[in-house]
C-alpha cells in the first residue's frame, strides 16, 4: 500500500512540538508523491504548512484510531511510535486515572503523586493465582508472574526496578515483597513475611532523605532475594546494597535534609529514654540544618521512630543494641558541631572544653584528649621514621567530616548486616526472587564520580535488558516458525568497553590513584591522549580542559574531573579509627572489629552522593590485606559484575518508574519529561525492538472474528487458515508485510505505513536537549551577573530616596498638628451654638407628642377593658354550651356502650342455657362452638379497637365541631344583627308609605329605594350562601387532611418500627460476624499451636504413643472430661520437649498466648454482647405475654367445656343410678336378686354399658400407645395380649348378687369421687371467672381513667400535652415491666423447684414401681386384675430410645460412626442425620445412669474426632457437609429433648418423655455451635476453591450468546499468558456444580433455611468475584459484555425459580453485578444520562461507578468513549454519598450463620442401626 494511499485528506498525524513534543493534526490535502510539505489542521483549528525533509521525504507519523488509544499493552497499538506511546499513556494516565501499562515485557509505572486504593488485600486477592494479561497491569500481576513462573520453572527470578529519584522506584518494590509475602506466607512461625516487610522501615529511615525531586528518596541500590522452600513459602531473605550516599551525612543542598533517622531522633529527644543522647532541634546541629528545610509535610518523625524501633524489635534487635545505634547517631550529630579555630596558617586547634566534643567523646566512650588532638594533626611515616604533623583548619574539618562518614557508614553496614541475620533462612533455600531496587540514569548540571557510577551500571542493565527483549522476540519467531532475520538495535558494548575495559576510565583512574603526586588534571589529560581520537563515544567539551563527555544509550553526558581522585582513594585518618577502636563502648568497638578481616572496605565516597557498601565474605579472608586497597571504582565493577551474574542467571522481569512532572503535582503529565525518562529507561528501544519486526500478531480465530466483514461468503473455508491466508492476499498486495506463523499472523508495525526509523529522531531530540542546556546555563550565569550589579544600584538609590521621604513626611506632620488644633477649636465653638438650639426645639417637640401618647394610651386601656368584660362573657356562655354538648356525648356513649353490654351478657345467658340443653358429650359440636367463641373473641376486640378508634376519632371531631359550632354561632350573631335591621327597614318603609299619601312626588323615589335595597338583601343572603357552603367545603377539606395526617403519623410509626428493627437486626447480625469471625481466628491460632507442637515433638524424635487430641471446646465441663491417657501424653511430650522449647523464640510463643488470650476475653465480651441483643428482644417481646394469658383464657374455657362434658356424664350415671334404685326398691319384697327380675335386668344392662364403654377407652388407650411404638413391637405385644374376650366373662361371672352388691359399691365410690372432682372443678372455674371479671373491671377502670387523661390532656396545650402522654406511657411501661420481672422471678423459682423435684424423683423411680400399684389396688377391683398384663409388661418392653455401650468401647464408637464413616454410602443408604441420632441415644442412656463423667468423655470425643476428619477431608465438600448437617441435627436433639418449655412446642408426648433428666447441656449446645459454625465456613471455603476457576470464565469470558462481543488486537502479555490451556469453564458449568451442591447437602438432610444461607453466600461469591474481575479489566467493560453478563446472571435465576430459592436473598447478592452490567449499557452522555447512572446504580460504591466509566472501552466503531465531563458530573452528584472508599468487594466475606431450631419428628424408638455401621457393641434400651 503507498503512502499516498495512506495519507489523503482527514488522516491523522503526528508532527513535533516544541511545547507538547508531538501534536495531533489532520490533513487537509491529499499528499501526492513528490510534495514537499503537507497542508494540516491542528486540533485547536489552526492551518499550518509542514515542511518535509527534502533529503530523507520522512512523513510524520501516522496516529491510531480511537478504538486503540488507552490499550493495556502498548505492543497492540497498530502505530508502534513514539508519539503513539506517549499519548497512549498520557491517555491511560490523565483521562482513566490508571498508572500502569505494559509496553511487551515491561510494566511502565507512573507515579501519581496520591494514595490510590489499588493496594489493598483485596486486590492482591484478586491478582493472585491470575495470568498476566488476563488483568489490567499492576505492579501485582508482574510479582504474581515471577511467582509462577519460579513455581513452574523451577528457575529463579529477578524484579528490576529502575527509575528517576522521586519516580516510585522504593514504593514498587516494597508491594511487590507485600505482594510475596501477602500470597505465599511462611514456612515456620517465625514470620518471617513479616520480618522481609519489617525491613523496609528501617531502610528507609537509614538510607532514605529528602530531595529537591522526592520526599523519601532512597539514596542507595538494594538487590533483595527473598527465598523460598520446596512448597513456595517464604522462609527467609538477604540484602545487598550498593553505593551509599556517604556525603549526604555532612553536605545536604538547599530545600533537602539529611537521612531520615537523624530527624527522628531529634523529634524524640524529650523521650526518656533519649535524654542521656544531649539532642535538641535539628535547626541545632550542622548535619541536618543546612538544607534549611527539616520538616516534611505530613510526615511526623516522632512517630515514624516509633515504627522504626518497633521494626528494629520485630527484626531481633533487642533495646540495648537499640540505645547503642541511637547513642552512634548523637554523636555523629555532636561531631558535625565541632568547631575548629586556626591556631595558624598551617595548623588548628579545638578549644580544651568543646561541649560538642565533650558529648560526642563521651557517647562513643573515647577519651577527650585523644580525640581533639587526631582531628588537629595527621601521621606521616617513612621509611625510618614517623612524624606528626598540624595540619590547617579546613583540612582538619575535612577529616572531621570524612570521620562522620565513615562512621555512619560502618553503622549503615552493621545495620545491613545484622538485618541479613534476622532475615537469614533457618531451612535450606529451594529458589529465590530478587527484588533491585536501583537508581536510573542521571544527568545534572554538574555531574561528578556518582553520576559516573550510576550511569555505568545502567549501561550494563540496559544491555541485560536489550539482550533479553531480543531472545524473547527471538524465541517467539522460531516457535511459529517465520523466519527470523537480525535486526539492528542499539548496542552499548562500546560505551562499557570505554568505561570498564583495559586502559579504560575506570583502569586509568585507578592508575592515576597509585601515582605520588596524581591529579584529576593530569587524569583528565590522560583521557583525553587515549581515548579522544580512538573512542566516537569520548568527546571533549570545548571551553572546558577538566571534563570530559560520554555518549550513553540515553543521553551526552559532561562530567567534571574535579574530585574523582579523592573520591575514588575514599581516604580515612588511621589515628582516628584507632581512637575509636579504643573505646570502652563495645558497640562501637563490633562496628570497627570487622575492619581488618573484610574483604573490602565500607568506605564511601566522601565528598558525592553515593558510594559503595559491600557485605564481607568469609571465603576470600585469606585476600584481605590485597583486597582493603581497592579502590571504589574497582570495588563497584565488581560487584556491579557480581549481581549481572545473579540477573543473568534467573528469568528478570522489569518495571520501569516514570515520574510525571517536577513538581510532584498529582495527575498532572509534562510530556517532555515523560519522553525523556521513555527514552532513558528503554521502553521506546523495546518498542522499536518490536517494530523492527512483525510487532503486530493475531490468531486466525481472532483474526477471522474480527474481519469477517472483509470477507465474502465464497471466502469462507473451514479451514481458517486458508480463509485468512486467501483474505490477506486480497487486502494487502506486499507480502512483506505479514508473515503466517503456525498459530498467529505476523503483521508489520502499521501493516504498510510504518518504515521510519527510532535511532535518527532519537539522535536528534537528543542534541536538540544539550544544546537547550548549555544555552540554558549560559544565559541563566550572565543573567545572575547582570542582576546582582542592578540589585546593587537599587539599593543605593533607594535607599537615598527612603531619606528623603522620611523628612518630608516629619514637616508635614508638623503642619498637620498646628492645622488640627485650629480647626477643633473653631469647629467646637460651632457645634456648641447649634447644639443649644437644637435642644430648645426637642424639649418642645417631645412635650407634645408625650402628651398626644397618653391621650392614646387611655382610649386603648378603656377599650381593653370593655373587650375584656365582652369576651368573658362570650366564653362563658361558649363553656356552658359545650360542656352541655359533651356531657350529652358521653351519655349517649356510655348508654350505647351499656346496651351493647347487655345485649353481650344476654347473649351469653341464654348461650349458657341453650347449651345446657343441648346433646352433652358431643365433642365436635363442643370443639365447633368453641371456635365460634375464639372468632366472637376476636371479633369483640376487634370491634372494641374500632371502638377505641372511633372515639378517639369522635373525640377530635367533637373538638372540630365545637370550634365550628363557634364560627356558625358568630354568622348566626350577624345574621340576627341582618334581621334586626330588615325590621327596621320594613318600620321605616310603613312610614313611608304612610307620607306616600301625603306627598305623591315622592312615591316613586320611595319605590325605586325599596327594590334596589330588596335587591341587595337578595345578593347579601346569595353571599351568606355561598360563605356557608364554602365553609362546609373547608370543613370537609380540614377533616380529610386531619385523616391523611393520621395516617400519615400512623405510616411513619410503622416505618419507623420498622427500621429500628432493622437496625437492631444488622446489629445483631454484625456482632454474629464479629463473633464468628474471631471463631475463625481461634481455629488458625490452634491450628498453629497444633502444628508447632507437632514440629516440635518431631524434632526431638520423641513417639507419641496413643492418640492425641487437642481439647479445642471452651465450656467448663469439657475442661475435666480430657483422659488420662492425654494428660500423661502431654506430661511426657512437655518433658521431652523442655530442653528443646528453651532454646527457641520465646517471643512467639508468648506473642500467641497473648494473641489466644485476648481473642478469649474478645470472644466472651462479644458473647456477653450477644446475650445482651437477646435479652432486649425478649424484653421487646415480653408484651407478647398477654396475648399468651389470653391464650391461656382460652384453654381455661375449653377446660371449663371438659368439666361440663364431665357434668354431664355424671348426671347420667346419676339417672342410671336412681332407675337401679327405684326398680330395687320397688320390687323389694319379690325376689330382688333373681337372675329374671326386672332389677338384675337393669342392673346386667348398666354394667354391660359401663363395661363396653370402659372396653371402648381402652382401645383407644391402646391405640395412642401403639403409634408410639414400631410395628414390628406392636406386632409382638399383640401376640402376649389378653383377648377381649375376658371382659364378657367378667360381666358372665357377675351371678351372685355379692358380686352385684360389690359392684354397685364400687359405682357409688366412682360416683362420689367424679362428684368431688366436678365441685373443686367447679370452684376453680368459679375462682377464674371471678379473675376474668376483676380483670374486665380494671379494664374497664384503665379505659375510664384513659379517658380522663384523654380530656385533660386534650384541654393542654400541645408541648404540655405531649409531656404529659409521654409521662404516662412512661409510668404504664414501669408498671408492666415490674409486673413481668416478678412473674419471671415466680416462673423462676418454679422452674428450679421442678427440677428439683424432677432429680429426687428420677432418683426414687426404681423404688415406686409394682408396689405402690399393687398396694393401691381396692378389693372391689380386682376384676380388672386380667387387664393389668396387657399394660404393664409392655412398658417394660418399650424401646426408650437409648443406646448403652460400654466405656471402653467408647473409642470404637467414634472410630465407626465418625472417623472411619463414608458419607457417601451413609447419605444414599441410610436416613439423614443418622450418626447424630445414635450419638444423642448414648448420651441419653448415660443422662439415664446419671453418669457425669461418661457424658463429658463422649461430647468431648465426639467434637475432636469431628474436627480431626474435617483437617483430614476438609477439602471434600460431601464430607463437609455430612458434618454439618450431622453436627446441626445433634445440636437440634440436644435443644429439642434439653426439657426447656421453648424447644418443646412440637414434640409428642413420647418425645416429651425422652427428655434428658439430669443433666443441663446448655454449655455443650454453645461449644456445639461454635462447631457447626466452623464447619460452616469450612464449606463455604471448599465450595469457593471449586467455584472459583469456573466464575470468570464461565460468567465474563465465555461467550454465552455467540457473536455479540468483537475482538480486538492483544497485547504480548496475553500471548505469553505463563499458564497453558486449561479446559475453558462455561455457565453451564457452574450451573451444574451449583446443582451437585445443592443435590449433595439435601442428601445429607441439611436444614432447609441453612441450604438458603449456603445458596445466598455462593451467589455472593460469583457476583463479587465476577464483579473484581470486571473492575480489573479494561478489556471486559463493554457493551456487549454487558449484555452477556445480564444474561448469565438470568440464567442463575432462573436456576433459583427451579430450586424454590428465590425468597433466600441470594438475588440480592447479584445487585452490584446487575447494575455494574446495566450501567455497560446505559447511554452515558448527557446530565439525564448522569442523573439515571447515580438513582440506578444504588448497591455501586462511587469508586466503583467511576471504575467502570474509566474502564469503558469500546469494541466497534459506533461506540463512544466515555468523556471526562461525563465522569467528573458522576462525581460531583455522588459526592454526598457517606461509603467506603474500597474499589473491590470482598470475596473472603462470609454472611453470619445462624442455625435455627428445626425440631425432628423421627420417634428415637423407631431407629433401627444398621449392621454396616459395625456397631453391634451397642445395646438398645
Same mark, same amino acid.
Given at each position: ?58 512523513? *510524520? ?55 490510590? *486504593?489499588?493496594?489493598?488485600? @483485596? ?160 535547626? @541545632? ?284 582513594? @575514599? ?443 330588596? @335587591? ?806
Amino acid at each position: 500500500m503507498a503512502a499516498s494511499e495512506l495519507y489523503t485528506k482527514f488522516a491523522r498525524v503526528w508532527v513535533p512540538d516544541a511545547e507538547e513534543v508531538w501534536k495531533s493534526a489532520e490533513l487537509t490535502k491529499d499528499y501526492n508523491n513528490g510534495d514537499s510539505s503537507l497542508q494540516l489542521m491542528l486540533e485547536d483549528g489552526t492551518n499550518i504548512e509542514h515542511k518535509l525533509d527534502p533529503k530523507t521525504k520522512n512523513l *510524520p507519523h501516522l496516529r491510531n484510531p480511537d478504538i486503540l488509544v488507552g490499550e493495556n499493552d502498548l505492543t497492540a497499538l497498530s502505530y508502534l511510535h513514539e508519539p503513539a506511546v506517549l499519548h497512549n499513556l498520557k491517555v491511560r494516565f490523565i483521562d482513566s486515572k490508571l498508572i500502569y501499562t505494559y509496553c511487551g515485557i515491561v510494566l511502565v509505572a507512573i507515579n501519581p503523586y496520591e494514595s490510590l *486504593p489499588i493496594y489493598g488485600s @483485596d486486590i492482591i486477592n484478586a491478582y493472585s493465582g491470575q495470568n498476566m494479561g488476563d488483568m489490567d497491569p499492576h505492579i501485582f500481576a508482574v510479582a504474581e508472574e515471577a511467582y509462577k513462573q519460579m513455581a513452574r520453572d523451577e528457575r529463579n527470578q529477578s524484579i528490576i526496578v529502575s527509575g528517576e529519584s522521586g519516580a516510585g522506584k522504593t514504593v514498587s518494590a516494597k508491594y511487590a515483597m507485600r505482594y510475596f509475602a501477602t500470597v505465599s506466607g511462611s514456612a515456620s512461625e517465625t514470620n518471617v513475611e513479616e520480618k522481609v516487610l519489617a525491613s523496609n522501615p528501617i531502610m528507609e529511615a537509614i538510607g532514605n532523605a529528602k530531595t529537591t525531586r522526592n520526599d523519601n528518596s532512597s539514596r542507595f541500590g538494594k538487590y533483595i532475594e527473598i527465598g523460598f522452600d520446596k512448597r513456595y513459602r517464604i522462609i527467609g531473605a538477604n540484602m545487598r546494597t550498593y553505593l551509599l550516599e556517604k556525603s549526604r551525612v555532612v553536605f545536604q543542598a538547599d530545600e533537602e535534609r539529611n537521612y531520615h533517622i537523624f530527624y527522628q531522633l531529634c523529634a524524640s529527644a524529650h523521650l526518656p529514654e533519649l535524654k542521656a543522647l544531649k539532642l535538641s532541634s535539628a535547626d @541545632d546541629f550542622l548535619f541536618t540544618k543546612q538544607g534549611r528545610n527539616p520538616v516534611i509535610d505530613g510526615v511526623d518523625d516522632a512517630k515514624e521512630l516509633s515504627t522504626t524501633r518497633h521494626a528494629f524489635t520485630l527484626l531481633g534487635i533487642n533495646e540495648s543494641y537499640q540505645m547503642g545505634l541511637f547513642q552512634v547517631l548523637a554523636a555523629i550529630l555532636h561531631l558535625g558541631n565541632v568547631e575548629v579555630k586556626d591556631r595558624d596558617s598551617d595548623s588548628s586547634v579545638i578549644p580544651p572544653s568543646n561541649q560538642h566534643l565533650t558529648a560526642f567523646c563521651d557517647l562513643v566512650g573515647v577519651t577527650y584528649q585523644d580525640m581533639s588532638h587526631w582531628l588537629c594533626h595527621k601521621k606521616l611515616k617513612t621509611a625510618t621514621e614517623t612524624y606528626i604533623k598540624p595540619i590547617p583548619r579546613l583540612q582538619a574539618t575535612n577529616a572531621r567530616d570524612a570521620l562522620a562518614k565513615h562512621i555512619y557508614a560502618k553503622l549503615f553496614n552493621w545495620i545491613v548486616e545484622h538485618v541479613n541475620k534476622s532475615l537469614h533462612a533457618t531451612q535450606k533455600q529451594h529458589s529465590f526472587i530478587g527484588v533491585l531496587d536501583i537508581y536510573g540514569f542521571e544527568t545534572f548540571e554538574i555531574n561528578s564520580f556518582e553520576q559516573f557510577c550510576i550511569n555505568y551500571a545502567n549501561e550494563k542493565l540496559q544491555q541485560q535488558f536489550n539482550m533479553h527483549v531480543f531472545k524473547l522476540e527471538q524465541e517467539e519467531y522460531m516457535r511459529e516458525q517465520i523466519p527470523w532475520t537480525l535486526i539492528d538495535f542499539y548496542d552499548n558494548q562500546p560505551c562499557i568497553n570505554l568505561i570498564e575495559s583495559r586502559m579504560g576510565i575506570l583502569d586509568l583512574l585507578d592508575e592515576e590513584c597509585k601515582m605520588p603526586k596524581g591529579s584529576d588534571d593530569s587524569w583528565a589529560q590522560k583521557l583525553y591522549n587515549t581515548h579522544l581520537k580512538t573512542c566516537s563515544l569520548f568527546e571533549k567539551p570545548r571551553m572546558s580542559n577538566k571534563a570530559f563527555i560520554i555518549q550513553h544509550f540515553a543521553d551526552k553526558v559532561e562530567y567534571q574531573c574535579d574530585g574523582f581522585l579523592a573520591k575514588n582513594k @575514599d581516604t580515612v585518618n588511621e589515628e582516628q579509627i584507632n581512637v575509636l577502636k579504643a573505646s570502652k563502648f563495645d558497640l562501637l568497638i563490633e562496628l570497627f572489629r570487622g575492619e581488618e578481616k573484610a574483604t573490602s572496605p565500607s568506605g564511601a565516597v566522601p565528598g558525592g552522593r553515593t558510594r559503595l557498601s559491600i557485605k564481607p565474605e568469609k571465603t576470600r579472608a585469606a585476600h584481605s590485606s590485597k583486597e582493603h586497597k581497592k579502590t571504589v571504582g574497582c570495588q563497584f565493577r565488581n560487584s556491579l559484575q557480581l549481581l549481572m551474574e545473579t540477573l543473568n542467571a534467573t528469568t528478570p522481569h522489569y518495571v520501569r518508574c516514570i515520574k510525571p512532572n517536577d513538581l510532584k503535582f498529582p495527575f498532572t503529565f509534562d510530556p517532555k519529561r515523560a519522553v525523556q525518562q521513555l527514552r532513558a529507561c528503554g521502553v521506546l528501544e523495546t518498542i522499536r525492538i518490536s517494530a523492527a519486526g512483525f510487532p503486530s500478531r493475531w490468531t486466525y480465530q481472532e483474526f477471522f472474528s474480527r474481519y469477517r466483514v472483509l470477507m465474502k461468503q465464497k471466502d469462507v473455508l473451514a479451514d481458517r487458515k486458508m480463509t485468512c491466508r486467501n483474505v490477506l492476499e486480497k487486502l494487502v498486495e506486499d507480502q512483506d508485510k505479514y508473515q503466517f506463523g503456525k498459530t498467529k499472523i505476523f503483521f508489520r508495525a502499521g501493516q504498510v505505513a510504518y518504515l521510519e526509523k527510532l535511532r535518527a529522531d532519537k539522535l536528534r531530540v537528543a542534541c536538540i536537549r544539550i544544546q537547550k542546556t548549555i544555552r540554558c546555563w549560559l544565559a541563566r550565569k550572565k543573567y545572575l551577573r547582570k542582576k546582582n550589579a542592578a540589585i546593587t544600584i537599587q539599593r543605593f538609590t533607594r535607599g537615598y530616596q527612603a531619606r528623603c521621604l522620611a523628612k518630608f513626611m516629619r514637616r508635614t506632620q508638623a503642619a498637620t498638628i498646628i492645622q488640627k488644633f485650629q480647626r477643633m477649636y473653631m469647629e467646637r465653638k460651632r457645634y456648641r451654638q447649634k447644639q443649644a438650639a437644637a435642644l430648645a426645639m426637642q424639649t418642645i417637640l417631645r412635650a407634645y407628642m408625650a402628651r398626644q401618647k397618653y391621650r392614646r394610651l387611655l382610649r386603648e386601656h378603656k377599650a381593653l377593658l370593655i373587650q375584656k368584660h365582652v369576651r368573658g362573657w362570650l366564653a362563658r356562655q361558649w363553656y356552658k354550651r359545650s360542656l352541655r354538648a359533651i356531657v350529652y356525648l358521653q351519655c349517649c356513649t356510655r348508654r350505647m356502650k351499656a346496651r351493647r353490654q347487655l345485649k353481650k351478657l344476654k347473649i351469653e345467658a341464654r348461650s349458657v342455657e341453650h347449651f345446657k340443653k343441648l346433646n352433652i358429650g358431643m365433642e365436635n359440636k363442643i370443639m365447633q362452638l368453641q371456635r365460634k367463641i375464639d372468632e366472637q373473641n376476636k371479633d369483640s376486640r376487634v370491634v372494641s379497637e374500632r371502638l377505641n378508634s372511633l372515639e378517639s376519632s369522635h373525640a377530635v371531631e367533637s373538638e372540630r365541631m365545637r370550634t365550628e359550632l363557634t364560627r356558625l354561632r358568630g354568622a348566626e350573631e350577624e345574621a340576627k344583627n341582618n334581621a334586626n335591621r330588615v325590621s327596621t327597614l320594613l318600620e321605616e318603609l310603613e312610614r313611608l308609605k304612610k307620607e306616600l299619601h301625603t306627598t305623591q312626588k315622592e312615591k316613586k323615589t320611595i319605590e325605586d329605594w325599596a327594590q334596589k335595597y330588596r @335587591d341587595e338583601m337578595e345578593k347579601m343572603v346569595a353571599e351568606l350562601k355561598e360563605q356557608n357552603g364554602l365553609l362546609k367545603n373547608e370543613k370537609n377539606d380540614l377533616n380529610r387532611m386531619l385523616k391523611e395526617q393520621s395516617q400519615q403519623m400512623t405510616e411513619k410509626m410503622t416505618r419507623a418500627l420498622a427500621e429500628e428493627t432493622q437496625q437492631l437486626e444488622s446489629d445483631l447480625n454484625e456482632e454474629r460476624s464479629r463473633y464468628q469471625n474471631l471463631l475463625t481466628e481461634h481455629l488458625r491460632l490452634e491450628e498453629k499451636y497444633d502444628d508447632l507442637k507437632e514440629e516440635i515433638t518431631l524434632s526431638v524424635n520423641v513417639p507419641k504413643p496413643g492418640h492425641r487430641r487437642t481439647d479445642s471446646t471452651h465450656s467448663s465441663n469439657e475442661s475435666e472430661c480430657t483422659y488420662n491417657s492425654e494428660f500423661a501424653e502431654s506430661e511426657e511430650s512437655s518433658r521431652a520437649t523442655e530442653d528443646v522449647t528453651r532454646g527457641m523464640d520465646t517471643s512467639l510463643t508468648l506473642k500467641l498466648q497473648k494473641r489466644v488470650t485476648e481473642l478469649e476475653q474478645e470472644k466472651q465480651s462479644l458473647r456477653n454482647e450477644l446475650e445482651n441483643k437477646e435479652d432486649q428482644f425478649q424484653r421487646a417481646r415480653a408484651r407478647d405475654d398477654v396475648e399468651h394469658k389470653k391464650a391461656r383464657g382460652a384453654e381455661l374455657e375449653y377446660e371449663s367445656l371438659k368439666r361440663q362434658e364431665l357434668e354431664s356424664e355424671n348426671k347420667k350415671l346419676k339417672h342410671n343410678l336412681a332407675e337401679m334404685r327405684q326398680s330395687l326398691l320397688g320390687n323389694a319384697g319379690a325376689g330382688t336378686g333373681a337372675p329374671g327380675s326386672p332389677a338384675y335386668k337393669v342392673l346386667l344392662d348398666q354394667l354391660n354399658s359401663s363395661c363396653e364403654e370402659l372396653d371402648v377407652r381402652k382401645e383407644e388407650v391402646l391405640i395412642l400407645r401403639s403409634q408410639l411404638v414400631s410395628q414390628k413391637e406392636a406386632m409382638q405385644h399383640k401376640e402376649t395380649m389378653t383377648d377381649p374376650v375376658h371382659h364378657v366373662e367378667d360381666v358372665s361371672k357377675l351371678k351372685d348378687s355379692g358380686e352385684i352388691k360389690q359392684a354397685y359399691i364400687g359405682l357409688k365410690d366412682t360416683n362420689r369421687l367424679l362428684e368431688s372432682q366436678l365441685q373443686s372443678q367447679r370452684r376453680s372455674y368459679d375462682n377464674e371467672v371471678e379473675v376474668l371479671r376483676g380483670e374486665l373491671q380494671s379494664v374497664k377502670e384503665e379505659n375510664n381513667r384513659q379517658q380522663q387523661l384523654l380530656a385533660q390532656n386534650l384541654q393542654l396545650p400541645p408541648e404540655a400535652r405531649i409531656e404529659a402522654s409521654l409521662q404516662h406511657e412512661i409510668t404504664r411501661l414501669t408498671n408492666e415491666n415490674l409486673d413481668l420481672m416478678e412473674q419471671l422471678e415466680k416462673q423462676d423459682k418454679t422452674i428450679r423447684k421442678l427440677k428439683k423435684q424432677l432429680k429426687v424423683f428420677s432418683k426414687k423411680i426404681g423404688e415406686m414401681g409394682a408396689g405402690q400399684i399393687e398396694g393401691q389396688v381396692s378389693p372391689g377391683q380386682m376384676v380388672d386384675e386380667p387387664i393389668r398384663p396387657v399394660n404393664i409388661p409392655r412398658r417394660e418392653k418399650d424401646f426408650q430410645g437409648m443406646l448403652e455401650y460400654k466405656k471402653e468401647d467408647e473409642l470404637k464408637l467414634v472410630k465407626n460412626l465418625i472417623l472411619e464413616l463414608k458419607p457417601r454410602g451413609v447419605a444414599v443408604n441410610l436416613i439423614p442425620g443418622l450418626p447424630a441420632y445414635i450419638l444423642f441415644m448414648c448420651l441419653r442412656h448415660a443422662d439415664y445412669v446419671n453418669d457425669d463423667q461418661k457424658v463429658r468423655t463422649l461430647l468431648t470425643s465426639t467434637i475432636n474426632s469431628i474436627k480431626k476428619i474435617l483437617k483430614k477431608r476438609g477439602d471434600d465438600f460431601e464430607t463437609v457437609s455430612f458434618w454439618l448437617s450431622n453436627t446441626c441435627r445433634f445440636l437440634h436433639c440436644l435443644k429439642q429433648y434439653s426439657g426447656d418449655d421453648s424447644f418443646m412446642k412440637h414434640n409428642s408426648s413420647k418425645q416429651n418423655e425422652h427428655c434428658l433428666s439430669n443433666f443441663d447441656l446448655a454449655e455443650y449446645r454453645q461449644v456445639l455451635s461454635d462447631l457447626a459454625i466452623q464447619i460452616y465456613q469450612q464449606l463455604i471455603k471448599c465450595m469457593e476453591n471449586i467455584l472459583q476457576p469456573m466464575i470468570v470464565s464461565g460468567m465474563l469470558e465465555h461467550e454465552t450468546i455467540q457473536g455479540v462481543s468483537g475482538v480486538k488486537p492483544t497485547g504480548l502479555r496475553k500471548r505469553t499468558s505463563s499458564i497453558a490451556d486449561e479446559g475453558t469453564y462455561t455457565l453451564d458449568s457452574i450451573l451444574r456444580q451449583l446443582s451437585a451442591f445443592h443435590s449433595i447437602m439435601c442428601q445429607h438432610g441439611t436444614d432447609p433455611e441453612l441450604i438458603k444461607q449456603v445458596v445466598k453466600q455462593q451467589f455472593y461469591i460469583i457476583g463479587a468475584v465476577t464483579l473484581n474481575n470486571l473492575l480489573l479489566r479494561k478489556d471486559m467493560c463493554s457493551w456487549s459484555k454487558g449484555m452477556q453478563i445480564r444474561y448469565n446472571v438470568s440464567q442463575l435465576e432462573e436456576w433459583l425459580r427451579d430450586k424454590s430459592l428465590m425468597v433466600c436473598g441470594a438475588k440480592e447478592t447479584l445487585e452490584p453485578l446487575i447494575q455494574a452490567a446495566q450501567l455497560l449499557q446505559v447511554k452515558k452522555k448527557t446530565d439525564e444520562d448522569a442523573e439515571a447512572i447515580c438513582s440506578m446504580c444504588l448497591a455501586l460504591s462511587t469508586a466503583q461507578i467511576v471504575k467502570v466509566l474509566n474502564l469503558y472501552t469500546p469494541v466497534n466503531e459506533f461506540e463512544e468513549r466515555v468523556s471526562v465531563t461525563f465522569i467528573r458530573t458522576i462525581q460531583t452528584r455522588l459526592r454526598d454519598r457517606c461509603e467506603t472508599p474500597q474499589l473491590l468487594m470482598d470475596t473472603k466475606m462470609i454472611y453470619p450463620v445462624t442455625f435455627p431450631f428445626n425440631p425432628s419428628s423421627l420417634a428415637l424408638e423407631t431407629i433401627q442401626i444398621p449392621s454396616s455401621l459395625n456397631l453391634s457393641f451397642l445395646t438398645r434400651v
